[in-house]
């Protein structure tokens, strides 16, 4: 069972644009994380989000963690060829003991 | 500071062979953790070890599958006999403290493709 959805699965789009993707569960988390996969490489942590409400900024990446700690998104300003890459989200999920979940992630693709 | 390292990068192996994973996480890590990472799926937990116990293997195939961390350090994940749907990317990752802020430091992991 997948319990964190993550939308689109993939997003093509030109160097400049801004872009947002989603991670949606139906569980409470009690943390989020958002990690960037480059092919042939391991997950980087990106931002750990915990509070309802909270907004985190990282140069030009925005996260949001939903109010009710079910949902997150990561907004993109002005993207780049170098942000392409897999965009994985991860919460640890109080009903799982606290055992940390990745969604399937977006593939990001910024056109130069 | 030296990242997880993992070997080997690659890996071929016919069906019912058998074959093993290296991982070496940071320097001080208590937290190993191995993932399976099929292709257009995010990873999914194998096995979690708290310096040299055992913390959660629910998801681990516990008839083919075996991990061991002696000392508390490096770890191994052994597949015997392999099957074709275990053609996947293995990645091994380290954290210092398993609370809520836990920071997971991954390799670069091991593409295992069963043939």
């Known amino acids: 069972t997948q319990l964190l959805e993550q939308s689109p699965q993939f997003l093509s789009i030109q160097e400049g644009e801004n872009l947002t993707v989603y991670c949606n569960s139906s569980?409470?988390?009690?943390?989020l994380q958002w990690y960037r996969q480059e092919p042939g490489e391991g997950p980087v942590l990106l931002v750990t989000v915990v509070t309802g409400g909270e907004v985190k900024k990282l140069k030009r990446l925005t996260f949001q963690f939903g109010d009710a700690r079910k949902d997150s998104s990561l907004h993109i300003t002005a993207a780049q060829p170098g942000d392409t890459g897999l965009y994985l989200c991860a919460g640890k999920d109080m009903e799982y003991g606290n055992k940390l979940v990745f969604g399937a992630g977006t593939i990001l693709r910024v056109k130069s | 500071e030296a990242g997880v390292a993992q070997s080997p990068r690659y890996k071929i192996i016919e069906k019912r062979q058998s074959v093993a994973f290296w991982c070496n996480p940071i320097?001080?890590?208590?937290?190993l953790y191995w993932y399976q990472q099929i292709l257009g799926q995010g990873p999914k937990l194998l096995i979690q070890f708290q310096n040299n116990g055992v913390v959660d293997d629910s998801q681990l195939p516990k008839d083919r599958f075996s991990a061991e961390r002696l000392k508390g350090v490096d770890s191994t994940l052994k597949i015997q006999p392999a099957k074709l749907e275990d053609s996947a990317v293995y990645l091994c990752?380290?954290?210092?403290?398993?609370?809520?802020?836990?920071?997971?430091?991954f390799g670069s992991g091991t593409q295992l493709s069963v043939l």
């Open positions: 320097s001080g890590h208590a937290t």
């Open positions: 990752a380290s954290s210092l403290d398993p609370g809520l802020n836990e920071k997971l430091f």
């Open positions: 569980s409470v988390f009690s943390s």
